[in-house]
């Protein structure tokens, strides 16, 4: 689902077909006629100037945030949670949610998947995020208390996906 790899990347662009580009918000899209498979190249994480990693993913991704989930951490694919990781870590409004949906279904997950995809997540470098983000504090959906509690949160899914 993801490639976060540049070569990697640049090797599959070279056989797709641009379909449309939104430069303002740094997205390509891309159709790969051997495969049929819609494509998506973008820079999650960018502010202004600063673009942050650029990923490569399937398009459409499943409209449920579970199932989304779901499919890139019961894979042994580590791109897909380092993708997924990166991708999420700047929709901080959604982290409850993806909290939620990782403690019901963590039993389901590869450990090794929950761990990559928390360390991308950057739920600790919150302050780092929100900078990089541009996000101003008036702006964020969470707070204080909030982060405090989702990172309690993670530090236990660490711990109990390590004992599976």
Known sequence: MYIIDYKKQNQLINDMLQVRR?????????????TDQMWKSFFPRAAGKELGPKLLRHEPVPESLAQHITICLTEQVPENAIGLGIEFSAQIEQWPEIIRILEENRKTFKSKQIKLFLKHLQINQFSDNISQLGISQEDLVLTDQDLKQLRRRT???RLKSSLI
């Open 155 to 157: 530090w236990k899914l």
């Open 22 to 34: 939104d430069l303002d918000n740094c997205v390509v899209f891309f159709h790969h006629i051997l």
